[in-house]
Nanobody, 125 residues
Framework: VQLQAYGGGLAQAGDSLRLSCAAS????????MAWFRRAPGKERVFVGA????????SYADSVKGRFTISRDNTKNTVYLQIDSLKLEDTAVYYC???????????????????WGQGTQVTVSS
């Protein structure tokens, strides 16, 4: 499986941005998907995850209420909607796929099997 993240860029604080992650292959609906981010000088951290059907989501406390993950299995794409951008949202955002056949939405980088290349989001004041 190959993942291609895109949609990042330069935005102002308070703006909204939608990131996309397109997956190759015909079994996209079999994978739980997640977004992580790595801020400058920091480690990659969990942002949110979504179940195979899209019916269940989980978010890091730091982004709850501003970030929304969704997916379109007909388009093999997962999305990350970011509203009310803050300076601290500046990071490289990565999408990731988890092929385990459980209902649990993992939050550790070690639990994901495939990674996109990342897309940069820069928020200015």
């Amino acid at each position: 499986v190959q993942l291609q993240a895109y949609g990042g860029g330069l935005a102002q604080a308070g703006d909204s941005l939608r990131l996309s992650c397109a997956a190759s292959g015909r079994t996209f609906s079999h994978y739980k998907m997640a977004w992580f981010r790595r801020a400058p000088g920091k480690e990659r951290v969990f942002v949110g995850a979504i179940s195979r059907s899209g019916g269940t989501t989980s978010y890091a406390d730091s982004v709850k209420g501003r970030f929304t993950i969704s997916r379109d299995n007909t388009k093999n794409t997962v999305y990350l909607q970011i509203d009310s951008l803050k300076l601290e949202d500046t990071a490289v955002y990565y999408c990731a796929g988890d092929r385990t056949n459980t209902g649990w939405l993992f939050t550790s980088v070690n639990d994901y099997d495939w990674w996109g290349q990342g897309t940069q989001v820069t928020v200015s004041s």
